[in-house]
């Protein structure tokens, strides 16, 4: 099993920045891959970004289309087992609550991770 514990979230003003982050226990060595999640009162959970790896070495980043485009940089400290997600020019469409989410499955798709966080509160608003 494997433990996914965010933090990092709270209120900030439109165009602040905030960072993030998710911590994971247990079995992360069997973990290929962390992304991102947000839930926004009302609608659908939305797909924020996501890192997986290939071994210990290589690292790459997908992103959602548009709507955090530029604005949201993802990274992982392997040695902390920690996920981090940098948010900067925060919009109120910004506020929800965010998720981390973690998978062995390196292609895993948005739907079927197997692990999730308890999630972080978000509020842009001045």
């Known amino acids: 099993q494997v433990q996914l514990v965010e933090s990092g979230g709270g209120l900030v003003q439109p165009g602040g920045s905030l960072r993030l982050s998710c911590a994971a226990s247990?079995?992360?060595?069997?973990?290929?891959?962390m992304g991102w999640f947000r839930q926004a009162p009302g609608k659908e959970r939305e797909f924020v970004g996501r890192?997986?790896?290939?071994?210990?070495?290589?690292?790459?980043?997908?992103y959602a289309a548009d709507s955090v485009k530029g604005r949201f940089t993802i990274s992982i400290e392997k040695s902390k087992n920690t996920l981090y997600l940098q948010m900067s020019s925060l919009k109120p469409e910004d506020t929800a609550v965010y998720y981390c989410?973690?998978?062995?499955?390196?292609?895993?798709?948005?739907?079927?991770?197997?692990?999730w966080g308890q999630g972080t509160q978000v509020t842009v608003s001045s």
């Open positions: 989410a973690a998978d062995s499955n390196p292609l895993v798709g948005p739907d079927d991770y197997h692990y």
């Open positions: 247990g079995r992360t060595f069997s973990l290929n891959t």
């Open positions: 890192i997986w790896w290939s071994g210990n070495s290589a690292y790459y980043a997908d």
